[in-house]
């Protein structure tokens, strides 16, 4: 037997789990009691919020913390510390705004006036550009073509004639545009936030912070407190959009080093940089490509090196590891504003990827219509944030040596209580099924009723489905294990293309590539050009990091660099195979004719999924088209894991080509290991499954295929009773009835607690081997004849019945846990449908 999957099966606990831990200055007790209700859900580790904590880094925090770390200890439980005072990372405790303001975030931006020509020795003022602190830096002017605001030519420079705060201009023919280039610091939307591209900025994190969490509890370090984390540090020049793209940005960060280092990178005159500058606002001709991509590999390079770098190489010395994520949502990780450029190289440093998944920005079953979230604009394309999202943490764990396959994701925060276990489960599994595995559920919080952000695990008692939300994560931490210690098995690599869409040119974008594989179940990794540059061909296959892949495909564009050309060029004459979806590049960001234009292979988007799988070949392959079956296949010495995903609202039914060897299922929820006799897949909506290709299966029990038997329909009179969170007592709804939404026929609208069903039901002849209780608001734990069945969360609410049924008289109890949004009311929750309570369907046996 695999070793894995024995060590789920004897119960072994694991520490893939860290939720978020609340503080607010609670008494010592609460806290104990909190860490007591994280520990009892077979949770190893937690990471301490001091978000909410009004005295972090004073005498208070120090108490409380240091309190934390010692029962920490006592327990065998392991730290993790959110590193800063607010949300997001980067306000070093409030330092910028009392201590340092020389070093808070420093930017640049245009302002424009159109004056038209031919006129002599014209005045601008420029007064009203350069008020509290701010300075021109540059005035340019640009010929306008007509078309729409672009400009083309060659631009002049007008910063010589700036005397007196006027700018003079001879204005040639024509209508011209003057770009006057203003500098300012601490103006963004965080103006107390550290400056990025700054390490001495990034040193008051550490000074404020990091530095003293080591002088109060450096016993503690890499034992107990194991190491900190980044909330979504970015740039934050301009919040309020994640579209705030090159060219779209007004302000953008800057540094007095940036100048000369775009020059390098170009190879010209920093004043040639100056003179192509206003290309990073507007399209000013042929040459805002070449400006923009460089622009952009600059600072991204520089918030990697002076920020995560400086964190990560601090914390790594002090035998901690640093971990975080960034903003990737709809895309934001290739732009400034929220994020920080480049997604790879935000994270490259830490020591496991990272994103987050919170605020409806996946809804299981919501795979193509943009739906609403509580995010920007109100919106969330299932585009970006079903096919992407987790592969993008998932791809990076496996192409960083660094990261060694750990890929985290923040989880369940700010979706609100009508995120019931059901949801939890469906929204755990599309992760689980995408590479995901590590964990921060979010949140655990010591103060009840609390409106921040919910929902919250245990509520000081009142969550009723706070047992089984232990169970969950029991089950979730065996998954992890069981896809654990594996080679990731990938057909593709697929271009993150942030340079291409920097560019300002035309352009597909790589999520619009892994929707179209992910839905022919090939599975892929994403690369970013840092580490495309160092891929390699060996034997047939694309190498990066030990994995192999069959292709790289990367998204049609109107541009690539000259870098990437050259070393897509290397490879397909090396034999590599280079596909791209839809237009191929002709030219590249500077201006430079593509060599692979001429070698690469080129396919409609719509038609990728057929092209690759015929050209090619794949993994796996389904008997039928199922576009919303998710698959993930790891390779474990001579065994091959793969986990399946519905991601559909229908029930699937196929066969898998493509899998050698006897298949054994490991069921990671009942904890329970069989042996199967085919391949087919059968999966109700929002369903998972584990099959292990290879194993020994002799001595298994066979796998329990109840959606194969004949079914029954029970009619029956229930009776029901219900038990509040809020006093414990045991209150008959109806007796005698039938079943039926007590929320909204029950007169239990505001109800959260627990509802008793029990009910009788005669057998005779043949005993049935399986009940299926239909649709269930929101959990079960079954009883027959006082035999456990077992619990269940999510459907199918199918229970084995085989040791528990007999001939004549039945009596069957089904306790139901509600979902708590009912009671709670909460803000968030008003973005998701508030499901039936109860037993509502029929309840059917199987034979």
């Not at 640049?108 to 009203?128: N, S």
């Not at 029954?712 to 079943?739: H, I, N, Y």
């Not at 649709?775 to 269940?792: F, H, I, P």
Request: charged share 25%; net charge negative; hydrophobic share 40%.
């Amino acid at each position: 037997m695999d070793a894995k999957i024995k060590e789920c099966l004897e119960n072994k606990e694991f520490d893939y789990i860290l939720p978020f831990f609340w503080q607010h200055g609670e008494e010592h007790q609460v806290l104990l009691e909190e860490m007591e209700a994280i520990r009892k859900c077979g949770i190893k580790s937690f990471c301490v919020e001091s978000r909410t904590h009004e005295q972090f880094c004073e005498d208070k925090w120090w108490l409380d913390f240091g309190f934390i770390l010692k029962k920490a200890k006592e327990t065998g439980m392991k730290v993790w510390l959110l590193d800063d005072k607010h949300f997001p990372t980067g306000y070093a405790n409030n330092a910028m705004e009392k201590k340092y303001p020389h070093l808070k975030q420093r930017h640049f931006r245009t302002e424009v006036v159109d004056v038209m020509g031919p006129r002599k020795d014209l005045a601008l003022l420029t007064d009203f550009y350069t008020n509290d602190g701010d300075r021109l830096l540059r005035a340019v002017a640009y010929k306008r073509t007509g078309e729409g605001l672009d400009c083309d030519g060659e631009g002049i420079d007008l910063t010589p004639t700036y005397e007196d705060s006027l700018v003079r201009f001879d204005v040639p023919e024509g209508m011209w545009r003057v770009f006057f280039i203003v500098f300012s610091i601490g103006k963004g939307a965080r103006p107390h936030y550290v400056d990025m591209l700054n390490p001495e900025a990034t040193d008051v994190m550490i000074s404020e912070i990091y530095q003293p969490h080591y002088d109060h509890f450096k016993e503690y370090f890499g034992n107990t407190l194991v190491g900190f984390f980044s909330d979504e540090p970015g740039f934050n020049q301009e919040i309020g959009s994640y579209f705030c793209s090159i060219g779209k940005a007004k302000l953008l960060p800057y540094c007095d080093s940036l100048i000369p280092e775009i020059a390098a990178k170009l190879g010209v005159g920093e004043d040639e940089v100056w003179r192509l500058a206003p290309g990073l606002w507007w399209n000013v001709g042929e040459k805002t490509a070449a400006v923009r991509v460089a622009y952009m590999d600059v600072v991204t390079r520089m918030y990697a090196e002076n920020f995560t770098e400086k964190l990560a190489g601090w914390s790594n010395a002090h035998g901690v590891m640093y971990i975080g994520h960034i903003i990737e949502d709809m895309n934001a990780s290739m732009h400034l504003g929220h994020s920080a450029g480049n997604y790879f190289r935000a994270l490259d440093a830490e020591d496991m990827a990272g994103i987050d998944v919170v605020l409806h920005q996946v809804m299981p079953g919501q795979n193509e219509m943009m739906h609403t979230a509580r995010i920007y604009d109100r919106i969330a394309d299932p585009t970006f944030f079903v096919y992407a999202l987790a592969k993008l943490a998932a791809s990076h764990s496996h192409i960083n040596p660094k990261m060694k396959n750990r890929a985290m994701c923040e989880i369940f925060g700010a979706y609100g209580f009508a995120e019931g276990l059901p949801f939890m489960k469906k929204l755990a599994d599309h992760f689980l099924a995408s590479g995901i595995n590590r964990y921060v559920p979010h949140a655990f919080t010591p103060k009840y009723p609390d409106r921040d952000c919910p929902p919250h695990f245990w509520c000081r008692g009142m969550n009723p489905q706070f047992t089984l939300f232990g169970e969950l994560m029991r089950y979730m931490q065996r998954v992890i294990h069981a896809l654990d210690g594996s080679a990731h098995v990938a057909d593709a690599l697929v271009y993150y293309n942030a340079e291409s869409e920097w560019s300002g040119g035309k352009t597909l974008l790589y999520f619009d590539v892994s929707k179209r594989l992910t839905q022919a179940q090939i599975d892929f990794d994403f690369i970013s050009q840092d580490y495309a540059l160092i891929t390699e061909y060996n034997d047939g296959k694309l190498v990066l990091n030990g994995n192999t892949y069959r292709a790289l495909v990367l998204p049609g564009c109107e541009y690539i660099t000259s870098a990437l050309d050259e070393k897509l060029v290397w490879l397909a004459k090396a034999g590599a195979k280079i596909v791209f979806a839809g237009d191929v590049p002709k030219k590249t960001s500077d201006g430079k004719k593509t060599g692979i234009a001429s070698l690469a292979m080129q396919t409609p988007l719509d038609e990728l999924g057929d092209f690759f799988r015929a050209s090619f070949g794949t993994d796996i392959k389904l008997s039928t088209d199922e576009k919303y079956v998710r698959v993930y296949h790891v390779k474990r010495d001579a065994l091959d894991v793969y986990m399946f995903k519905n991601d559909s609202e229908e029930t699937v039914c196929t066969a898998v080509e493509g899998i050698s060897g006897d298949i054994a299922v490991y069921d990671a929820w009942s904890n329970a290991y069989f042996k199967k006799f085919d391949a087919a897949l059968h999966l109700v909506p929002g369903e998972s499954a584990i099959w292990v290709a290879g194993e020994d299966v002799s001595g298994l029990p066979e796998f329990r295929e109840w959606y194969r038997g004949e079914e029954k329909a029970l009619d029956l009179l229930w009776d029901c009773d219900a038990q509040s969170v809020e006093d414990g007592v045991r209150r008959p709804v109806f007796t005698a009835g039938k079943l039926t939404n007590l929320a909204a026929r029950g007169g239990l609208t505001r109800f959260s607690g627990k509802l008793f069903y029990s009910a009788e039901f005669e057998i005779s002849g043949a005993l049935p081997r399986f009940i299926d209780l239909g649709y269930v608001g929101e959990t079960a734990d079954v009883k027959l004849n006082g035999s456990s069945l077992g619990a269940k969360i999510a459907p199918p609410y199918v229970f084995e019945i085989g040791g528990a049924v007999r001939e004549g008289s039945n009596r069957i109890g089904i306790e139901v846990v509600t979902n708590p949004v009912y009671r709670e009311r909460d803000d968030f929750s008003r973005y998701m449908p508030i499901l039936p309570m109860g037993l509502t369907g029929e309840v059917k046996l199987i034979y």
